[in-house]
Structure formats: C-alpha cells, structure tokens
C-alpha cells in the first residue's frame, strides 16, 4: 500500500528540479502566510461578504488587475528564466523539457491569464462610469466570469507542481500536442484550464456590449461615447466571434485526445493546418482585441494630458472598427510558408498592409492632438509618450512580416519574436500601466509617488529597448525560435547577453511598480485624491468623488456634450458637484451580492481537473455541482435591493466634496 501511494505522488507531483521544489516551498509558504493574517486579523468575514461574494463591478475590477498582477510575475520570471538560460552559449540551466514548459506557459500566461484580466479589470473599472451607469448590465454574470478565468487560471498554474506543464508552444500545434507525442497531462490542463477562463471571457464580451449598447446615461449617443468605451466595444465584439473559434478549436483536440478522434492526426485522416487555421483565425483577432482597448486608454490619456479635444474622434470611432472588422481577414499571415499558393498568401499579404492604414491614422491623431497642447507629464502620459515610438517600430516591423516572400526569411525567427514583443508590450502593457496610473485615484481615492513611478517607467523603457532590438539583428542572423541553446560559432552570444541584461532591468522595474505601489499604500494619506477630479479630466467619471461611491452617481447624469465634464467645468457650471441636498434623489436599485458564482467556478475547477486525469469519479460531482448552482440561481428571486435616500445623503455628506473649478 505504501509502495503504490509512494509510486502515485511520484507521477502525480513534479519531482526531480531544484526550481520545482523552490516553487513549492514558496506556494506553501505564501498559502501559510495568507491563512495566519486572515485567522490572525479575524478578516474571514470581511473577505467573504466585501470580495468573495460581491458583483460591485469596481471590486470585480481590482480582483481582475490584482490577478493580472500575479500572473505578470509568473510570466515574467518565466521571461526571466529563458533569458538566464540563452544568456550564453551551452549552458545548462534548463534541461530542454523544463525550458519547452516554460516557454509554453510564459505564452499562455502573459496573453490569456496577464493581458486579458488586466482588460477586463480596466473595463470593468471604468466603462460604466463613463457612460453614466450604476453598474454593467449583469452584475451577476460580471462575477461569474471573474470567477471562472480565475479557475482556469489556476487550473493552468497548477500543472507547474502537479501532472506536469503543458510544453508544445503556447499554441498547442498538433501533431506534438497530440496524445502519441505528448502523453502527459500537461496539455490536458492547458485545455482545460484556458477552456473555462475563455467561457468566462465571452461572457465578459456580451455583457459589456450590452452595457455600452443599453445602459448609456440620458443624451449621451454613440458618437458622444468617450473613445475608451469605443474601444471596448469594439474589442467585444471581436471576443463574441472569435472566442467560440477557440473553444471549439481546444474541443476538438481534447477529443482528440481524450477519445481517440482524428480530427488533426494525418494518420486517422485528420489535418493538423486545420487547428492551426482555426487556432489563429482566433489568434490574430486576440491581438487586436487586447490593443484595441490599449489605444482608448491612449485617446484619453493624450486628451487629458494636452488639454484638449481629441483630434479626429469621428475617424478614430471609424479606425476601431474597421480594425475590428479586418482582425478577422490576416490570419494566414501567421504561416505564408504552408504552402498555400499565391493567390491566397497575396490576399493576406495586402489585408496585413490594409490594417495598417487605420492603425497609422490613430497615431497621428494622438500626435496631432498633442501638437499646440499645454502637455504636462504625469505618469499617465509618461507611458504614452513611449509607447507611440515604440509601437511605430513595432507595426513597421510588421509590415515587413506581411511581404509574403520575405516572410519565408523572417518566419519562425527571432525577427519575429522581437516584432511579436514590440506590439504586445510596447503597445498592450504600455496601454494598460497608462490607464492603471489615469485611473487608479478614481478606484482607490489617492494617487501613486510620481518619484517612483518614474523609474519605474525608464527602467521598463531602457529594458524593453535593451531586451528586443538585439532579437531584430538575431533573426537576421538566423537565430530560430524555440532553442535551447546554441554553440559558440554561431556568433549569436553577445547579442543574446545584451537581451537578457535588458530582460534583468524590466525585471527591475516591475520590483520599483511594486514599491510604488507598496508606498502608495503607506503613505495615502499624504496624496489623497480630496476634489475627485486630479488630472482635470474630461469624462464623467470625474465628476464624482474618489473612490466612486458603491452607486457611483448619485444622480443619473444627463449628457449633451462629447467631453460633457470638461464642457461643464468650461461653463462653470455648478451641475454634478452642487451639496446633495439640492438634488432630488430616489432610492437606488442595486444588485444584491452572491456566493453562487465563485461556488459555481469552484465546481468547474473540480470539473476540469477530473478531465485532465480522466477521473469519472471527479467529473461528474463537477459537472452536476455546476448545474445545482445553476438550478438554485434560476429560483432565487432575492437578487436586489434599493438603497434607501438617507443612507444616500450620509453618504454624499460623508464623500462629496465641491469641485473647485
């Protein structure tokens, strides 16, 4: 008995690599620590009723970007340990299995588990204080789909102890990610674990476009819609029709797999350029979907920062959306060396080139926006500034991938994963850290050190800079993805060096957001955000006092310009900002908190890793605790409540403070 417990921990945890063992202690470690501060400080109730339980979308929201920030780390030190092991010629850091696992994991984390929650963090911060909303349109769903990407999530992380990591790249080409080549159970969590976070993403795409679409306030139309929420309806609706590609593109390979279909094995009659056609006509549109927002974040930034409007709001609103539309019509881009035939690689060819052209409009506006503008330079528009450089190489670059026949030089190269890298940090991360900073006194009430955040932003700048542009003159050299390591005669490791030392100094710079934000914590008192309005925004959300009260306005506002709060402010009105008792207020209807969702996620989690072990006995109490949740949701009718209006005066008269114009 001893012997078969012994022998199903060996196969059932990761043994045998000093960093798997470091990782284990640190997770236990870190669990201990979490648990004694909650016994400790008697916080169990206060985590349940304010955070587990809640579907305050400002809540959901910080849930969202504190998870972003977690998986940021792991990516990161994923980064960070590829680096170490290319650093020079021959090393042995990484035995070739652990390196294949981190190279995967690194891809899946930062795009799926880092760029997409820190999204619909954002989004869910802001989007609804934008348009003049108490709350997104399902506050219940908004919770469920919270809780189910933090399920895969950790479905996916916990491969890294236990079965094993998924290692056949971060997009699971067959034949390698089939059963014959890759046996473990690695690929079956990074199915399962990306399947149930991607459920919860499509439902974040629907209800936000419900939101944006049926919840504006009075007088606001479309195209006086501020350019974040253009942004973040066009992102959704790219997920609604490029997130079922992916799921039922992983559903397929999990039959594959798991019951011995053929659907991408050429010996069963499938074809494995079919997965990778339908895994990148989700992937390309992914890009588009986590920069799209990116670029509202810029549109307010630039607006805000250069005091004035935007330029070209009408031919930004148009760019979004054809960007939008055309993300759909660039997959093949991905593998003009198929085979395919000139025809097709020479349509992809120009419908690359063609997205460019929108792309390009955005950052003159931005430039012709700051042009004459009495521009100062908060850490908001610190990120901004360097990203446009930076996404201009980037997209360049890009261009250059999209010439069909110099793509057969360039493909499969470091050229590529340098150009991949400048788009997605430079103009994803970059985005995301600006609207992080813009918006952070609105959530939390105070604003972060600037002294910090500055170096923070060089360093991240510096390492980018130093970290990728020797990747171009690599694959040039014709330095390939996915090795491990190289001899000495390539000539390749001085570049190499150079790159890890810069991929060493964003390391650095995510340590000093750490502390600024650590500091900001300590000190909030002495930046405490007391006029609601820090930056002299434009849009409503600064018309309300910081943090956003739990109703966010205490009066729905009417809306009859583009910039309405900066309208306002430039009329000196007293609208919005008047004492409390002059208005005329009613009870407000809210959403009532609930356990069901993060139970419901629970179930899945149990569902989902009785998949990847095919453990019927854990499958089914799974897949049945998921529908008994569904089934008590459908009769509970106790799901609201109204705020009564003297608990909204107290809280207007404890808040509010008179805007200063």
């Not at 020797?470 to 150079?498: A, I």
Request: charged fraction near 10%; charge should be neutral; include cysteine.
């Amino acid at each position: 008995m001893l012997d078969h417990a012994k022998s199903f921990a060996s196969e059932f945890f990761v043994t045998g690599d000093p960093l798997i063992y470091g990782a284990d202690v640190s997770i236990v470690l870190t669990l201990l620590a979490i648990l004694f501060a909650l016994t400790y400080f008697k916080r169990w109730g206060w985590l349940w009723r304010e955070w587990l339980t809640t579907v305050d979308h400002k809540k959901i929201g910080i849930l969202y970007i504190l998870s972003a920030f977690l998986m940021l780390f792991r990516g990161g030190v994923d980064a960070l340990l590829m680096r170490a092991q290319l650093a020079v010629p021959e090393l042995d850091f990484l035995q070739p299995e652990h390196y294949n696992s981190i190279f995967t994991t690194h891809g899946v984390i930062m795009i799926l588990f880092m760029a997409m929650p820190f999204m619909f963090g954002l989004f869910n911060v802001v989007v609804p204080l934008q348009i003049g909303a108490r709350d997104v349109a399902y506050p219940f769903l908004n919770a469920l789909s919270f809780w189910l990407f933090f399920a895969g999530a950790m479905l996916f992380n916990l491969s890294f102890v236990i079965g094993g990591s998924p290692d056949a790249g971060w997009l699971a080409y067959p034949p390698y990610s089939e059963l014959m080549y890759n046996p473990g159970v690695g690929q079956d969590f990074y199915i399962w674990g990306i399947q149930i976070s991607g459920i919860g993403s499509l439902m974040t795409g629907i209800n936000f476009i419900v939101t944006i679409i049926k919840m504006r306030a009075p007088g606001m139309k479309l195209m006086k819609m501020p350019m974040f929420v253009w942004s973040v309806l066009s992102s959704c609706i790219a997920i609604i029709f490029s997130f079922p590609i992916l799921t039922a593109t992983l559903a397929l390979l999990f039959l594959d797999r798991y019951a011995g279909a053929h659907f991408f094995t050429l010996d069963g009659g499938g074809n494995p350029m079919m997965y990778i056609n339908l895994i990148w006509m989700w992937g390309h549109p992914e890009v588009y979907i986590i920069v799209l927002p990116a670029f509202g974040i810029f549109s307010e930034v630039v607006a805000t920062f250069s005091k004035k409007k935007l330029f070209g709001y009408k031919s930004m609103v148009y760019a979004m959306m054809i960007i939008s539309v055309l993300s759909f019509l660039v997959w093949a881009h991905h593998f003009f060396t198929m085979g395919s035939g000139a025809d097709v690689n020479a349509f992809f060819a120009l419908s690359t080139m063609l997205i460019a052209i929108p792309t390009g409009v955005k950052v003159f506006n931005w430039l012709f926006t700051m042009f004459r503008g009495k521009i100062t330079f908060e850490s908001p528009m610190l990120w901004t500034v360097g990203f446009i450089p930076c996404f201009v190489i980037g997209g360049m670059t890009g261009v250059l991938l999209s010439v069909a026949p110099a793509d057969f030089q360039y493909h499969n190269s470091y050229f590529l994963i340098a150009h991949f890298h400048q788009v997605i940090i430079g103009g994803v991360v970059f985005g995301y850290f600006a609207g992080l900073y813009y918006w952070w006194p609105k959530l939390f009430g105070f604003k972060l050190n600037e002294r910090i955040g500055k170096w923070a932003f060089w360093f991240w700048n510096i390492g980018f800079y130093v970290c990728f542009m020797p990747q171009y003159v690599l694959g040039l050299m014709g330095m390939t993805r996915r090795v491990v390591t190289y001899s000495w005669d390539k000539g390749w490791w001085e570049l190499n060096l150079v790159s890890t030392i810069g991929a060493g100094l964003m390391g650095i710079a995510f340590l000093f957001q750490v502390w600024q934000i650590a500091h900001g914590v300590k000190h909030f008192r002495k930046n405490l955000d007391t006029t609601g309005d820090p930056w002299n925004g434009r849009t409503l959300e600064w018309s309300i006092p910081s943090p956003a009260p739990l109703y966010n306005f205490a009066v729905i506002p009417h809306v009859s310009e583009q910039d309405e709060w900066w309208e306002k402010k430039q009329r000196r009105e007293q609208a919005v900002r008047v004492p409390i008792s002059a208005q005329t207020l009613e009870p407000i209807h809210m959403p009532r908190n609930s356990g069901i969702p993060i139970v419901m996620a629970g179930f899945w989690f149990v569902a989902g890793f009785g998949f990847v072990f095919h453990w019927l006995w854990l499958i089914i109490p799974g897949l049945a605790g998921v529908a008994a949740c569904m089934l008590v949701h459908s009769f509970n009718y106790d799901t609201d409540y109204y705020i009564p209006v003297k608990e909204i005066q107290r809280t207007e008269a404890a808040i509010r403070k008179v805007n200063k114009p």
